[in-house]
């Protein structure tokens, strides 16, 4: 058996990434001596080369933590279609700090990728391995330039919030987009503090706020945390529970099955928002009024989706999903999908205070909301369970 500190890694890490077709690669499993030959091997293991995607999963990666807009833009096109890896090393180099940041990501995975295969080719013991791949950990993005780890940062914001609450702190649960795999630097890294106990959610917000601050702060990043009770837990609906959790401090409660929690929540929430939409037309509000006439709207669709078992993330992945799954498929009106599409683009244009908006228009945007309310009500309420 060879020891892993005799071999070249770098160089084995090389060949199995080399897709040639004019030479090959051996190691010799005496001395551990790696040689390219352009013939047929003189002896030696011969090192065939990893799949072409082991190498692009690396890009990919490495892609999700780059945190400037315009740097992430071009590497993630440049690694689209053929050529991708020159495109890749092309764009680097117009970020000098980047460029070094993914030389030492790649060589991490590169070498460990090498001591596996030494391993798998029983050219090294499994034990001297497990640690020498231990040693070559990936850099932790927080060291490198432009990069974010937003499941670090929850690690280190959970430990902190271990400290304020201590016995009372049952768990702290990352949800939302770093937890599904689909963040871009940019995202809220968003958490979950499940409490033993409290009175007030607001208090327990602000006992939180200078933790989440000073996190926020250093990693030019935005951290928030919702508090919730265990018994509070399923109004998350059990689907997103399945697809976007990780406990990141102690343990996940046990969540019994069902979705009628979360559903019942948001029918609630979404009966609040039509109120409120009333009042504001009534005090001559009609922007803020058309805001929660479609939020009441938007309640209500991800109710009927996540009784259909499809919940989407986005309000547009939700406007999306309700035409299809619950108008196409589950015989809802279509003229429901229409108006949730038409309450989200109206209330874009009134956000980004383009134009003022009409009271008449307000008035037809609280009788489209409570209309999808009340026929997403009726689906409901038919619905098998």
């Known amino acids: 058996m060879l020891c892993v500190e005799d071999i070249d890694l770098a160089d084995l890490a090389l060949a199995l990434e080399d897709h040639s077709d004019e030479h090959g690669w051996t190691i010799d499993a005496d001395s551990g001596a790696i040689q390219t030959h352009f013939g047929p091997p003189d002896g030696g293991v011969a090192i065939e080369p990893l799949p072409v995607a082991v190498g692009y999963g690396d890009m990919e990666d490495f892609v999700a933590y780059v945190r400037d807009v315009q740097a992430r833009d071009l590497l993630e ?14 764009a680097l180099g117009q970020y000098p700090e980047l460029r070094r940041a993914w030389f030492a990501f790649h060589d ?6 090498a001591i596996e295969w030494l391993v798998e080719h029983e050219l090294v013991g499994a034990d001297g391995a497990a640690d020498a791949i231990a040693a070559r950990s990936d850099p932790e993005p927080g060291d490198l330039p432009g990069l974010l780890d937003g499941h670090g940062l929850a690690h280190r914001v959970a430990l902190d919030l271990r400290r304020i609450y201590r016995r009372r702190l049952r768990c702290v649960l990352l949800v939302g987009a770093w937890a599904r795999g689909e963040a871009h630097p940019e995202s809220p890294v968003e958490l979950v503090v499940v409490l ?29 945390a919702l508090p919730l009770l265990a ?8 689907a997103a529970l399945d697809e976007g959790v990780r406990a990141v401090e102690g343990r996940a409660p046990e969540i019994a099955d069902g979705d009628a929690p979360a ?7 979404a009966r609040r928002e039509l109120d409120t939409a009333a009042a504001l037309i009534a005090a ?26 499809e919940p989407a993330v986005t309000p547009s992945g939700v406007i999306a999903a309700f035409g299809h799954q619950t ?46 309310v009340e026929a997403c009500s009726a689906w409901l309420a038919a619905a098998p369970r």
Do not use: C, Q
């Open 231 to 238: 018994d509070e837990i399923p109004v998350l609906s059990r």
């Open 284 to 309: 001559e509000r009609p922007e803020a009024a058309l805001s929660h006439a479609y939020r009441a709207a938007l309640l209500a669709a991800e109710a009927t989706l996540i009784a259909a078992g």
């Open 108 to 113: 991490a995975r590169g070498e460990r990728r």
């Open 327 to 372: 108008v196409v498929e589950d015989g809802l009106a279509p003229e429901h999908a229409r108006a949730l599409r038409r309450l989200y683009e109206d209330r874009t244009t009134a956000d980004h205070a383009l134009t003022d908006v009409p009271p008449r228009e307000a008035t037809d945007a609280l009788a489209a909301a409570a209309a999808i």
């Open 196 to 224: 033993e106990d409290f009175t007030d959610r607001w208090a327990e917000k602000r006992r939180m706020e200078r933790a989440l601050w000073r996190h926020s702060v250093r990693n030019g990043a935005v951290v928030t």
């Open 77 to 90: 096109r440049a690694i689209v279609g053929r050529g991708a890896f020159r495109r890749f090393k092309d």
């Open 263 to 269: 559903i019942a929540r948001r029918l609630e929430l």
